[in-house]
């Protein structure tokens, strides 16, 4: 496919088949990665004789480089193009990891934590924004599968990681293995990613005068309200993920093995839901879906907090998943999207700083619920999240509008047409 048929809009349906196949790979390799981060910690934890403080600071580093690179990744995008930040963050990202394997002092396990936090961070970046500019070429809607490829990257990078825990594989056998696969596989696989001339138009915003400076930078006031969104939707996630078993356990009174199912059951839930979000977002508006999910995902929440027994708390861990699967990846979209407009102007810079947004929820969320519940008790605290998921609902129709008629008509046959993006 030529450059001049993607400026113009047109495009071969098996190149735009092959960069959807290209990107969610990519998001497939980068669950693994950090889930693979997540489930070593314990042993990175005793090779090091880390404390818990020290430990800490490592992932501190890890977030701040992430979000630092995402501030970066708009202006290297518009250099290269959205592929070329897939492609290489994607082969890197193993590498770093195994750095982190192989570093001895501290000093160079913090180094590989930052080179693998900010590889992180561009990663994040590149890929959504790809696949924003994958959906544009496509005509239909493709974010919920990738992010439900995130998913099941990352439970197969949990699985693996376990065993290897489980046979006292090292760190750096272990990463090494993981760089030996993954880095190969992502570097053929960014070869069907769509050139830089697919996102072109989006990527001219970082330089082009004639574009408004707040649209050049991205934080538009619509980005802005749709990274609060994104930011909300992900508290309560990262609060299902780190406190789900701490709540089974010591609050309902589950054995450790059970208190692990509702991390489980919302994971199935939630990726089974991502499985199935692109055919539903095809027939239904982003706005209702969003609603609906938020509001389904409360529902779970207050089953939880008001379940007497283990097994109805855990049903409504797994209704949160279901809640929880469409809601972010079509806020992902409706950023890029929104970005955009109707000339492609500023997509990678509105998907840059949504991430920015929506992974500094997820950082601070955590550690603040952990806090809060020192207070008022873990129950109460997981009860204070249902009000966010109401407001998700509640200003989703809003910030997920559809677009005027004007803007409708002059974007003929792009993604606004399709179900998912015409409230995008």
Same mark, same amino acid.
């Given at each position: 496919?030529?450059?001049?048929? /993607?400026?113009?809009?047109?495009?071969?349906?098996?190149?735009? *088949?092959?960069?959807? &196949? !290209?990107?969610? %790979? #990519?998001?497939?390799?980068?669950?693994?990665?950090?889930?693979?981060?997540?489930?070593?910690?314990?042993?990175?934890?005793?090779?090091?004789?880390?404390?818990?403080?020290?430990?800490?600071?490592?992932?501190?580093?890890?977030?701040?480089?992430?979000?630092?690179?995402?501030? /970066?990744?708009?202006?290297?995008?518009?250099?290269?193009?959205? *592929?070329?930040?897939? &492609? !290489?963050?994607? %082969? #890197?990202?193993p590498l770093a990891l195994l750095g982190v394997g192989l570093a001895h002092e501290t000093g160079w396990l913090a180094a590989a934590m930052l080179a693998a936090g900010a590889l992180n961070g561009l990663l994040d970046v590149g890929m959504n924004a790809h696949a924003v500019t994958v959906e544009r070429m496509a005509h239909r809607p493709i974010m919920s599968g990738c992010h439900a490829a995130w998913s099941i990257g990352a439970v197969a990078g949990s699985l693996a990681g376990g065993a290897a825990a489980q046979v006292g594989m090292s760190l750096a056998g272990h990463f090494a293995a993981l760089a030996a696969l993954v880095t190969p596989t992502a570097l053929v696989a960014s070869r069907w990613l769509l050139p830089a001339a697919a996102d072109r138009g989006s990527l001219r915003s970082a330089d082009d005068r004639s574009v408004p400076r707040e649209r050049r930078a991205g934080w538009t006031r619509r980005v802005v309200l749709l990274g609060g969104l994104g930011a909300a939707v992900l508290t309560c996630e990262g609060a299902v993920i780190t406190w789900s078993g701490v709540y089974l356990h010591e609050s309902r009174g589950a054995s450790l093995g059970a208190a692990a199912l509702g991390f489980i059951a919302f994971t199935a839930c939630q990726t089974a839901g991502r499985l199935a979000g692109d055919r539903l977002a095809e027939r239904h508006p982003a706005r209702v879906l969003v609603r609906a999910g938020a509001g389904t995902a409360a529902v779970g929440l207050?089953?939880?907090?008001?379940?007497?027994?283990?097994?109805?708390?855990?049903?409504?861990?797994?209704?949160?998943?279901?809640?929880?699967?469409?809601?972010?990846?079509?806020?992902?979209s409706a950023a890029g999207h929104a970005g955009a407009g109707k000339d492609g102007a500023g997509a990678v810079a509105a998907v840059a700083r949504f991430t920015t947004m929506t992974y500094?929820?997820?950082?601070?969320?955590?550690?603040?619920?952990?806090?809060?519940?020192?207070?008022?008790g873990l129950t109460w605290t997981l009860a204070l999240l249902v009000p966010l998921l109401v407001t998700v609902a509640w200003a989703a129709p809003a910030a997920m509008r559809t677009p005027s008629r004007s803007v409708a008509a002059s974007s003929a046959g792009r993604p606004g047409e399709s179900g998912a993006t015409t409230a995008v």
């Amino acid at each position: 496919m030529s450059d001049a048929h /993607l400026i113009n809009g047109t495009r071969d349906d098996g190149r735009v *088949a092959g960069a959807r &196949r !290209a990107v969610i %790979a #990519a998001f497939a390799v980068n669950g693994a990665v950090i889930a693979t981060i997540s489930v070593r910690t314990p042993s990175l934890k005793l090779d090091h004789g880390l404390a818990e403080g020290s430990l800490g600071l490592l992932s501190a580093l890890f977030g701040v480089a992430a979000l630092a690179a995402m501030q /970066l990744a708009g202006r290297l995008a518009a250099r290269t193009g959205s *592929a070329w930040l897939v &492609r !290489a963050a994607s %082969a #890197a990202l193993p590498l770093a990891l195994l750095g982190v394997g192989l570093a001895h002092e501290t000093g160079w396990l913090a180094a590989a934590m930052l080179a693998a936090g900010a590889l992180n961070g561009l990663l994040d970046v590149g890929m959504n924004a790809h696949a924003v500019t994958v959906e544009r070429m496509a005509h239909r809607p493709i974010m919920s599968g990738c992010h439900a490829a995130w998913s099941i990257g990352a439970v197969a990078g949990s699985l693996a990681g376990g065993a290897a825990a489980q046979v006292g594989m090292s760190l750096a056998g272990h990463f090494a293995a993981l760089a030996a696969l993954v880095t190969p596989t992502a570097l053929v696989a960014s070869r069907w990613l769509l050139p830089a001339a697919a996102d072109r138009g989006s990527l001219r915003s970082a330089d082009d005068r004639s574009v408004p400076r707040e649209r050049r930078a991205g934080w538009t006031r619509r980005v802005v309200l749709l990274g609060g969104l994104g930011a909300a939707v992900l508290t309560c996630e990262g609060a299902v993920i780190t406190w789900s078993g701490v709540y089974l356990h010591e609050s309902r009174g589950a054995s450790l093995g059970a208190a692990a199912l509702g991390f489980i059951a919302f994971t199935a839930c939630q990726t089974a839901g991502r499985l199935a979000g692109d055919r539903l977002a095809e027939r239904h508006p982003a706005r209702v879906l969003v609603r609906a999910g938020a509001g389904t995902a409360a529902v779970g929440l207050v089953a939880v907090v008001v379940a007497p027994w283990p097994i109805l708390a855990i049903i409504g861990f797994a209704l949160m998943g279901v809640g929880l699967a469409t809601p972010l990846p079509l806020i992902y979209s409706a950023a890029g999207h929104a970005g955009a407009g109707k000339d492609g102007a500023g997509a990678v810079a509105a998907v840059a700083r949504f991430t920015t947004m929506t992974y500094a929820g997820i950082l601070l969320a955590p550690p603040l619920i952990g806090r809060v519940a020192q207070v008022l008790g873990l129950t109460w605290t997981l009860a204070l999240l249902v009000p966010l998921l109401v407001t998700v609902a509640w200003a989703a129709p809003a910030a997920m509008r559809t677009p005027s008629r004007s803007v409708a008509a002059s974007s003929a046959g792009r993604p606004g047409e399709s179900g998912a993006t015409t409230a995008v």
